[in-house]
């Protein structure tokens, strides 16, 4: 049942959908909306783009939600691909005003973003990344603009309810927004260096301490007094852990998976993953014509390449 809490949640989600984007963005997610035709649902923006607002010599970030795969797509294998691990995720770049506008897109259809948002989904990818801003473009219409703000709020409250389950004196929202954003990305094959959850807490650190004000009232949780600092139970920290334990295993594989996915769906895909773990890390990989002549294979020693070189975490 929806309480008032979560609608005001629902509400602050619709009223940071409202904030302009450029239309260099607007005419990209037109764009990658025209290539998968009447099955998309919405396109969201989201990622380093809109948080600093900067897209020049930028990759734009988009996840289009579609209704089916077997609608988005005329080759079969990437359906199948896409509902075996999704997302299947490509590129695309055009001319706006004179401007190489370069968009990343991942798809992903309706039911299975709905559950990817949740607490029982066990990877962290879709919940983590969407607690954080975004903005729907080209919603079909006003029915899916509510469903799919109730599934980003949907997303917050999972990221906030399994932090705290690992660490419950996480009682202000700085603290509890840098160790989830901290753990998720424990739980992938991330480049970036540590002290990133800080920096993202940092960019936005009003719309977080809202954030937690809402998705805590949403989730029963009522604000008191700071407890005093004791060492729970060890079989209570038990299981939050061998969960975090359980999502970290499920991160790297399925990460790993869709990278050498991405070799195949993703145009230029190992230069654009050479060129985000220089840009994120440091860690510098020199791609070869043989690399982009054998995809598959390219993925895989690039990740133990860049595995061994420390790119990943």
């Known amino acids: 049942m929806t309480t008032k809490a979560d609608q005001e949640l629902t509400t602050f989600i619709l009223d940071e959908w409202k904030r302009p984007v450029p239309d260099a963005v607007l005419q990209a997610a037109q764009a990658v909306a025209d290539k998968l035709g009447d099955c998309v649902s919405g396109i969201l923006f989201y990622g380093s783009c809109l948080r600093t607002g900067d897209i020049e010599e930028k990759v734009l970030d988009f996840y289009v939600i579609v209704d089916s795969y077997k609608e988005a797509y005329e080759k079969r294998w990437l359906a199948i691909a896409n509902q075996v691990c999704p997302p299947n995720v490509f590129y695309h770049e055009m001319e706006v005003a004179g401007m190489t506008v370069r968009s990343k897109y991942a798809v992903l259809s309706r ?5 990817r948002v949740r607490p029982e989904c066990l990877n962290v990818s879709v ?11 080209l919603a079909r219409d006003e029915m899916t603009k509510q469903s799919i703000a109730g599934d980003i709020a949907q997303a917050i409250k999972t990221m906030i309810g399994n ?8 009682t202000n929202s700085r603290d509890l927004w840098v160790e989830a954003f901290e753990a998720t990305y424990a739980a992938e094959l991330r480049s970036e260096r540590r002290g990133k959850g ?12 809202a954030l937690t004000a809402l998705a805590e009232e949403a989730m029963g949780i009522v604000p008191g ?11 209570e920290r038990l299981v939050p852990r061998l969960k975090w334990f359980a999502r970290r295993c499920n991160g790297k ?6 990278l050498v996915k991405a070799a195949m769906t993703f145009d230029g895909g190992i230069d654009y993953l050479a060129w985000k773990i220089k840009r994120h890390s440091g860690v510098e990989i020199t791609v070869t014509d043989r690399m982009r002549r054998h995809p598959i294979l390219s993925g895989i020693s690039l990740f133990w390449g860049l595995k061994r070189k420390g790119a990943f975490k």
């Open 111 to 115: 039911d299975d973003f709905a559950f």
């Open 127 to 137: 919940w983590a990344r969407f607690c954080q801003p975004c903005i729907l473009l």
């Open 163 to 170: 932090l705290l389950e690992l660490i419950p004196g996480a």
């Open 198 to 209: 800080l920096e993202i807490y940092l960019l936005d650190q009003d719309r977080y301490d």
């Open 225 to 235: 007094p700071i407890p005093p600092i004791k060492q729970p139970p060890r079989t």
């Open 253 to 258: 594989v399925v990460s790993f998976l869709r």
